[in-house]
């Protein structure tokens, strides 16, 4: 059982926009770094944007700088990804993941690796 569960992924016209949410269910997320990932149809996983512990640092793929937005509410316990200017090529399930933040936010994201919890992904379709 995923101990992250994401939500607020759906069908979008290009030019939409989705706000996506992670909620931690059994463990505060307050001490963690959170990434979203994203995996397109035949294609690998990749990094989409992270945010440290604290929110003062965040990192994002080159691909989505300046459209998406991660923020966190630590008194939800929960980490949004805000996407603007949708267009098809964001299309993808998108995961979240958390990890203790060990490595500087832009590293983290470039790998895997640093991440030990993930959700079970949501569909982000973009298509007219």
């Known amino acids: 059982q995923s101990q992250l569960v994401e939500s607020g992924g759906g069908l979008v016209q290009p030019g939409g926009s989705l706000r996506l949410s992670c909620a931690a269910s059994e463990f505060t997320l307050d001490y963690y770094a959170v990434g979203w990932f994203r995996q397109a149809p035949g294609k690998e996983r990749e990094g989409v944007s992270c945010?440290?512990?604290?929110?003062?640092?965040?990192h994002y793929a080159d691909s989505v700088k300046g459209r998406f937005t991660i923020s966190r509410d630590h008194a939800k316990n929960t980490v949004y990804l805000q996407m603007n200017n949708l267009n098809v090529e964001d299309t993808a399930v998108y995961y979240c993941?958390?990890?203790?933040?060990?490595?500087?936010?832009?590293?983290?994201?470039?790998?895997?690796?640093?991440?030990?919890?993930w959700g079970q992904g949501t569909q982000v379709t973009v298509a007219s």
């Open positions: 945010i440290n512990n604290s929110g003062l640092s965040t």
């Open positions: 993941a958390a990890g203790p933040e060990i490595a500087p936010i832009n590293d983290m994201c470039n790998s895997e690796q640093w991440f030990g919890y």
